[in-house]
């Protein structure tokens, strides 16, 4: 069993895939070639936002959000302590300083009760990340960020296709950024990601970011990286699209498939929270349970790979160590110490499924 397996939706998409890098291939267009503007138009179609800048990275699109938002030295970015290192990797690359604030213990995401403590007269922006695809409280964000005049930033790397109160990730805050790393829940074959806005300002700076800073050819009039995405992986993109929404809703189903079966087989897993208002894709199907290294390696030994999401929180990373005391943020230490991801992606199948809670829950007895 894979632990995501792209294998099965390769040979779902193929010929459509391979259509499409063909196609590209054919035409030779390799950088900002039209697979870029077709898919950039498809993906803000989707999420409703009405800019959709395809970038390097999602990585490259916390980045160049944040680029796009002028942070001065010193200037404070409010996140989480409990994602992936590039969120606040991003938030320093661009002259930033991270404040962390500690996350709800149900949902692993940002307190959203917490931010208003955090705030001084150097805060700039907050950024929530959507963990494990279940958007974070963004109309309570959202609310903060409007009284202090904050932009907001979403790392919905992991939340593509994710709704909340009716509004699809990466389309709820000032940015939206995501990734098509191959494992998201929209993957290309490569590096890719995107960043949403509604704010025609702001979606016109990060183009120009995109090419370092041209307004026009060799005329640069800002900072910027080279941080475009390729038209190969645009058009790997443009391939998944078809089957996009069948995913989303498969995730969907396997995700309550997963929380009924684990909660009749194993009454006291504790099972990650989703709030009524909004759905989880499950980038990750994450759980949380005690002696993990142990459950690891008996799921190991089961023919079930697993992984951890994320072992440390950042303020017990070496290089952001010094943003945080160690004590700070105790709901993230708690959850970096038991959280585990269970075998998870739209073409996991139910008697894979099956398989894996046997496991754990034998793992567990
Ligand atoms: C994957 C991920 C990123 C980085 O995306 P890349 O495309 O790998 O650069 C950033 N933040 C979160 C929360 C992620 O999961």
């Not at 942070?71 to 930033?96: C, R, W």
């Not at 109160?165 to 290309?188: A, D, E, H, I, Q």
């Not at 585990?340 to 809670?357: F, I, K, N």
Request: hydrophobic share 40%; with cysteine.
């Amino acid at each position: 069993m894979d632990f995501i397996d792209l294998k099965s939706q390769y040979a779902a998409l193929r010929d459509n895939i391979n259509a499409r890098i063909q196609k590209v291939l054919d035409h030779g267009q390799y950088i900002l070639g039209p697979e870029v503007k077709e898919m950039e138009q498809a993906l803000a179609a989707y999420t409703g936002a009405r800019h959709c800048i395809s970038v390097a990275s999602g990585t490259e699109a916390l980045l160049i959000a944040l680029m796009a938002l002028d942070l001065k030295p010193g200037d404070e970015v409010i996140t989480s302590p409990f994602t992936f290192a590039a969120t606040a990797e991003m938030i320093v690359l661009a002259g930033g300083v991270p404040v962390f604030v500690d996350i709800e213990p149900d949902t692993a995401n940002i307190d959203a009760s917490l931010i208003e403590g955090a705030i001084t007269p150097r805060t700039k922006a907050i950024m929530p990340v959507s963990l494990y695809g279940q958007v974070a409280d963004m109309d309570a964000i959202n609310g903060i960020a409007q009284r202090h005049g904050l932009a907001v930033i979403e790392d919905g790397a992991q939340s593509f296709g994710a709704t909340y109160r009716g509004s699809k990730s990466c389309n709820t805050s000032t940015f939206g950024c995501t990734s098509f790393f191959p494992s998201k829940p929209l993957g290309c074959y490569g590096d890719g990601g995107a960043i949403f806005t509604s704010d025609d300002k702001l979606a016109q700076a990060c183009r120009e970011i995109r090419t370092h800073g041209q307004s026009q050819r060799y005329l640069h009039t800002r900072l910027g990286v080279g941080g475009r995405m390729d038209t190969l992986q645009c058009a790997v993109v443009l391939g998944k699209l078809d089957r996009f929404e069948w995913e989303i809703r498969r995730r969907l189903e396997l995700g309550h498939a997963y929380r009924a079966k684990l909660s009749a087989a194993i009454p006291s897993l504790q099972l990650l929270a989703v709030r009524d208002d909004r759905d989880c894709v499950w980038a990750q199907y994450t759980v949380f349970v005690d002696d993990r290294d142990a459950v690891q390696a008996r799921l190991k030994a089961a023919g079930v790979p697993t992984a951890v999401h994320y072992p440390r929180p950042l303020h017990h990373q070496p290089a952001y160590a010094q943003y945080a005391k160690a004590e700070d943020c105790p709901h993230s230490i708690a959850a970096a110490a038991r959280v585990m991801s269970l075998p998870m992606s739209a073409d996991l199948s139910e008697a894979q499924q099956e398989q894996v809670v046997a496991a754990l829950s034998a793992a567990l007895a």
